[in-house]
């Protein structure tokens, strides 16, 4: 008994400081976004002490705690982003080599992207293939965004096709750039034409590939 009561102890105290440093992690970053209205990949290369040029290389080869530790941030911003707890304008976010991470990162982003109500402009190397349904999901439910910019993306004719449709729903977003994917020119003809559907106060006259 006396095992188990010391076993629960240690468990419940790992997790009280676990929760702690999330809790502080969150107040920083909110604090950190609401300075400037910004968040950006300098800005988070900047707070695990490495510049961006080395931070790609240091995530693909880095331990496993670092990855932990990378989770949890991404779920600490996903959360402020999602539940629109700083007053972020301009999100920009890179994509990383190792795709298993980069996957997770990205579409966590992506999916609190969605219910965000204060984002203005926002851009993103590396989407997986599968994040082309969550821009597609931003797309349409997400009345506050005017600028998407996605370059070097993964996204096939499938993913493409879906972003097509999806601007259908969208009467709020003036620039469009999706450049250097993967899809083919005929999904580029269909997003072109989905595009040009919506007459959009201020809204670029093309989608720039």
């Not at 300075?35 to 950006?40: A, D, I, S």
């Not at 601007?167 to 020119?185: D, H, P």
Request: charged residues 25%; hydrophobic residues 40%; aromatic residues 10%.
């Amino acid at each position: 008994m006396k095992k188990l009561l010391l076993l629960l102890c240690v468990v419940f105290c790992n997790y009280s400081t676990a929760q702690a440093k999330l809790a502080h992690e969150k107040e920083y970053w909110i604090e950190e976004i609401s300075k400037t209205g910004v968040l950006n990949h300098n800005m988070i290369s900047k707070h695990f002490n490495t510049s961006p040029e080395s931070f790609a290389e240091n995530i693909y080869g880095g331990s496993e705690s670092d990855m932990e530790s990378w989770r949890e941030i991404t779920l600490v911003i996903a959360e402020i982003i999602k539940n629109n707890e700083a007053n972020l304008k301009t999100l920009h976010i890179y994509g990383f080599k190792y795709k298993k991470f980069n996957t997770f990162y990205i579409n966590t982003i992506l999916d609190a992207i969605v219910d965000n109500r204060t984002i203005q402009s926002f851009s993103c190397t590396r989407v997986p293939a599968n994040g082309a349904f969550h821009v597609a999901d931003i797309i349409k439910k997400n009345k506050t965004i005017k600028s998407i910019q996605l370059e070097d993306s993964d996204f096939t004719d499938e993913g493409a096709l879906v972003i097509a449709q999806s601007l259908g729903a969208n009467n709020t977003l003036q620039k469009l750039a999706i450049e250097n994917s993967k899809f083919s020119m005929s999904s580029c003809k269909a997003l072109r034409k989905a595009w040009s559907m919506n007459k959009v106060e201020g809204r670029q006259q093309d989608i720039a590939f």
